[in-house]
C-alpha cells in the first residue's frame, strides 16, 4: 500500500507562487510514473504534471511555462512549483502514483 500526502495549498493572489509537496509511504524511485492532477468544483480531475521514474516530464498546456514538477528520491518527495498563478487554477489539488494510489488533495485558490 502506498500513501501519499499532499501539503502547501493555500490562498494567494493572482501573479502569486505555491510550491506543493507530496510526500510518499514508499521510495518513489519504485514508481514508475508520479503526477499532479487538479480538479475544480462540477469539474472532471485533469493532469497537471507527470514526472516518471527516468525524469522525463509532462505538463498539460494550460500549465506549460508556469509549473514546474520535481521529485527528490531521496527524500521521497514530489514536488509542484506553481509560478503565475491565475483564477482558473484554482483547485483541489492531489498527488497521483501510476494511476492507483492517490493522497487526499491540498486546496489551492487563487484569488484576489
Known amino acids: 500500500q502506498v500513501q501519499l500526502v499532499e501539503s502547501g495549498g493555500d490562498l494567494v493572489q493572482p501573479g502569486g507562487s505555491l510550491r506543493l509537496s507530496c510526500a510518499a509511504s514508499?521510495?518513489?524511485?519504485?514508481?514508475?510514473?508520479m503526477g499532479w492532477y487538479r480538479q475544480a468544483p462540477g469539474k472532471q480531475r485533469d493532469m497537471v504534471a507527470h514526472?516518471?521514474?527516468?525524469?522525463?516530464?509532462n505538463y498539460a498546456d494550460s500549465v506549460k511555462g508556469r509549473f514546474t514538477i520535481s521529485k527528490d528520491n531521496a527524500k521521497n518527495t514530489v514536488y509542484l512549483q506553481m509560478n503565475n498563478l491565475k483564477p482558473e487554477d484554482s483547485a483541489v489539488y492531489y498527488c497521483?502514483?501510476?494511476?492507483?494510489?492517490w493522497g487526499q488533495g491540498t486546496q489551492v485558490t487563487v484569488s484576489s
Open positions: 497521483g502514483a501510476s494511476g492507483i494510489y
Open positions: 514508499v521510495s518513489i524511485s519504485s514508481l514508475y510514473l
Open positions: 514526472i516518471i521514474s527516468g525524469g522525463t516530464t
